[in-house]
């Protein structure tokens, strides 16, 4: 089994976001305990259930690492509990959890988390989140239910007829770990030479090619010619762009938390967007702590 699957491998950031979600999570299912709703939860790019976060060393020369001992650096190795363990473990847990990943084998470590937690009633699925969050909505969806969907796809996976189809509802919250400067922001080259399937997957993730007019400035030439030009606030755009297309489709979205990488890159926003003031006011406080979140869940794991 390769280790990749296996072991999801982190950077020290990937934390803030697990803290944060956690903490929305306790929030809403203490805040709805006391009503008789069946609370979902959606992780729709579940994951393999734990990330190991990459230590001070991991960048280190070949010839550094020979001087460290194979369990010194195991010791070193520190995991995070990934987020379907952050939403199983709750203190006051959903009625129903939906797990997917598109990878087989993390699709099978997934599994091993019903025996873990046999009072949770869990289900998981294999394949592409975004059809099967679309398959499942209308079978659960009901006056009665209420839920929470984290999407937290590596790049421009996510669709916006996903998110749509969940807004809709008028009775989804989704958390969105929106990979804007990691990958989206990447794949608008500055050329403006983007590759079909490329263009492809940016027009699913923002539902249409309106991104593309955004970003690109168009100056025509003397002899008539257009020149592209990518916009130096390309990414600040796009984000309140989608930010304002949550707000139209889910009524409420809170103030987008910036990730940045050690070096001080915005990697990924966390967005939240929901049906109701008070969602937005809790997530708003809870991004706004950023880093400086505390949880039950943030400990090591060896
Ligand atoms: C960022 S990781 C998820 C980490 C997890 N949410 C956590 O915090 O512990 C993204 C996951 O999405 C999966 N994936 C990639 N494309 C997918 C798709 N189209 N549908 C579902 N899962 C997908 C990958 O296999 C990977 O496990």
Redesign the pocket.
């Known amino acids: 089994m390769k280790r990749s ?1 296996t072991e ?1 491998t ?1 950077g020290p950031w ?1 934390r803030q ?2 803290n944060g ?1 956690e903490a929305y999570l306790d929030s809403y299912t203490t805040a709805l305990s006391k009503q008789r709703f069946k609370l979902v939860y959606i ?9 190991r976060i990459r230590g001070a060393w991991e960048n280190a020369d070949e010839s550094d690492l020979l001087l460290l001992d194979e369990k010194f650096r195991k010791e070193e190795s520190e995991f ?7 939403a199983l473990s709750l203190a006051r847990p959903f009625s129903e959890y939906f797990f ?4 087989n084998v ?1 699709a099978q470590l997934l599994k091993e988390l019903q025996d873990e937690y046999p009072d949770r009633q869990i289900n998981i699925g294999i ?6 969050v679309q398959a499942l909505l209308p079978s659960i969806d009901g006056p009665n239910t209420r839920g929470v969907a ?1 999407l ?4 421009p ?2 669709r916006w007829s996903t998110v749509q189809a969940l807004g809709t509802t008028k009775r989804f919250e989704v958390i969105i ?1 929106f ?1 804007l400067g990691m990958a989206i922001n990447r794949l608008i080259t500055r050329s403006g030479d983007i590759p079909n399937n490329w263009r492809a997957d940016l027009n699913a993730c923002f539902g249409g090619d309106e991104w593309e007019k955004l970003v690109y400035s168009e100056n025509r030439d003397l002899f008539g010619d257009t020149d592209r030009q990518k916009v130096d606030n390309a990414a600040e755009r796009l984000l309140e762009y989608y930010a304002t297309r949550l707000k139209d489709v889910f009524g409420h979205v809170a103030t987008p938390s910036v990730v940045r990488n050690t070096r001080g890159s915005p990697i990924y926003y966390i967005l939240w967007a929901g049906p109701h003031p008070l969602g937005r006011k809790i997530a708003d406080y809870i991004l706004r702590l950023g880093d400086r979140v505390s949880v039950p869940n943030d400990r090591k794991r060896r």
């Open positions: 699957h999801n982190v990937a976001k697990l979600l992780d729709a790019f579940a994951g393999a259930g734990k990330s995070v509990e990934g987020s379907p363990r952050r997917f990943d598109a990878d993390r394949g592409d989140g975004n059809s099967l984290f937290d796809p590596y790049g996976h996510l770990n990979p």
